[in-house]
């Protein structure tokens, strides 16, 4: 049973500190996705990958959060420092070229206090 | 500036009768649509798709219907049953990338 898999799923930290999210994209998939979902914006786009190089990490707070992809079988979302505004749930999503849906994963909710 | 937009938060609908929920984007590149099911504490699932070449995709009791003209699309579950209830996602993606523009969700309750 194929499936994306994330850790932790859920995080409290405190404010200042850094917190580093992690995806396991299914196997095979060359794309994987971040997305942050919120209230006001829904789903939002944070960055994604294909074949590990970085596409577009345009919805990124540049200052304070970093994605990469060190190997096919791990992505990584790091918020450093981390603030109060972060709290929210992160997805993590993989898919493939050609335009076909994406798989996400039961995301991690993150708690900034 | 959301591209993709959900204009009814919530929904509640009555077991076995029609659900629609509604969807407007604004992007005319966008050419393929899904939509996708949330429930609590997990990851949205895919639901079903459309590309810009049809009008209509039907799978089961889902059915989604896009007017290009209009930019809009919408999701049919006939009959709606209460494990219906969940939060629905319209997304959509241009030819030209490979990332999903989602918009803000709708939240449909289906009343037993």
């Known amino acids: 049973d194929a499936r994306v898999t994330q850790t932790p799923r859920h995080k409290v930290t405190e404010m200042g500190q850094e917190v580093t999210m992690r995806c396991q994209p299914i196997?095979?998939?060359?794309?994987v996705f971040w997305y942050r979902q919120t209230m006001m914006q829904g789903l939002e786009l944070l960055a994604y990958?294909?074949?590990?190089?970085?596409?577009?990490d345009s919805g990124m707070p540049k200052d304070r959060f970093s994605a990469e992809m060190p190997d096919a079988t791990l992505a990584t979302l790091k918020i450093q420092p981390s603030e109060p505004r972060d709290s929210a749930v992160y997805f993590c999503?993989?898919?493939?070229?050609?335009?076909?849906?994406?798989?996400f994963g039961q995301g991690t909710r993150l708690t900034v206090v | 500036d959301q591209q993709v937009k959900q204009n009814s938060p919530s929904l509640s609908v009555q077991e076995g009768r029609i659900s629609i929920l509604n969807c407007d984007y604004t992007?005319?590149?966008?050419?393929?649509f899904l939509w996708y099911k949330k429930y609590p504490a997990e990851g949205p699932t895919f639901l079903i798709s459309?590309?810009?070449?049809?009008d209509k995709n039907e799978d089961g009791r889902f059915t989604v219907f896009l007017n290009k003209s209009a930019k809009h699309l919408s999701l049919h579950i006939v009959p709606s049953q209460p494990g219906d209830s969940a939060v629905y996602f319209c997304?959509?993606?241009?030819?030209?990338?490979?990332?999903?523009?989602f918009g803000t969700g709708t939240s449909l309750t289906v009343i037993p």
């Open positions: 999503a993989s898919g493939n070229r050609g335009r076909t849906e994406a798989f």
């Open positions: 196997l095979g998939h060359n794309t």
């Open positions: 990958f294909r074949n590990r190089a970085p596409l577009d």
């Open positions: 992007n005319s590149m966008f050419d393929y």
């Open positions: 459309i590309s810009s070449i049809k």
């Open positions: 997304a959509a993606s241009a030819l030209t990338g490979n990332q999903f523009y």
